[in-house]
């Protein structure tokens, strides 16, 4: 597509509750990134792929955080148990890969609210 | 590892007065340099960036950056704000090798007054 696109854009969901969230990166971008920002933060890092794997997912808080990412397109990040601490806003970027010189690429988020 | 430090996290401008915006890094390489700018309710968008050649990097909407190695700042300027340049603003820092992991920096929010 045109852009990276992200879905849902708003969820709200009850504590302990699982959710997924989707991101659509720009068509041949082979690299892929979440971010979390949260109120007053700046933007965390959680996780890149390259292609289908993940050869950096230092920044996933805790084990209750998984990410995939299927032909080489589309990527999850699921929360699992989802503590009110996770509320935030989930942000995906894509870029070209071949070296750190293009830029991200953002979707608009999605704004998780745990209650 | 590396950071980034935006010591303002909000300035206020009256319209049509010039405004920077300060960033400093730290990184045992060289880097790669940015700026995004995130509208209300809106993802980031990349502002300019620093690669290699020229230290002012000029960017979108009329905004500039110089790279100061010595002093490890890429602060950010524009001579006259526009209303609609109301956002906040994020710098960020890359590695110039291997894959890119960008850091970010807490940023910094621009209110323009009329």
């Known amino acids: 597509g045109a852009g990276v696109s992200q879905s849902p854009s708003n969820k709200v969901t009850e504590k302990g509750k699982d959710v997924e969230l989707r991101c659509d990166p720009i068509?041949?971008?082979?690299?892929l990134y979440w971010y979390r920002q949260s109120l007053g933060q700046g933007l965390e890092f959680l996780i890149y792929?390259?292609?289908?794997?993940?050869?950096?997912k230092s920044g996933l808080p805790s084990d209750r955080f998984s990410a995939e990412r299927t032909g080489g397109s589309v990527s999850t990040l699921t929360i699992q148990r989802t503590q009110q601490e996770d509320s935030a806003v989930y942000l995906c970027?894509?870029?070209?890969?071949?070296?750190?010189?293009?830029?991200?690429?953002f979707g608009s988020g999605t704004r998780l609210t745990v209650v | 590892a590396q950071s980034v430090t935006q010591l303002d996290s909000q300035v206020p401008v009256f319209e049509e007065a010039p405004v920077e915006l300060r960033c400093n890094y730290s990184?045992?390489?060289?880097?790669?340099l940015f700026w995004y700018v995130q509208y209300p309710n809106q993802g980031l968008q990349l502002l300019l960036k620093y690669l290699s050649g020229s230290t002012l990097v000029k960017g979108i909407n009329g905004f500039e950056a110089e790279f100061n190695k010595s002093q490890t700042s890429f602060h950010l300027r524009k001579p006259s704000v526009h209303i609609s340049d109301t956002a906040e603003y994020f710098c960020a820092c890359g590695n110039s090798g291997g894959y890119q992991k960008v850091t970010f920096g807490t940023g910094t929010k621009l209110q323009v007054i009329p």
């Open positions: 990184s045992s390489v060289s880097v790669y």
């Open positions: 970027a894509s870029s070209l890969a071949g070296g750190g010189d293009y830029g991200y690429t």
């Open positions: 068509s041949g971008h082979t690299a």
């Open positions: 792929f390259q292609g289908n794997s993940a050869p950096d």
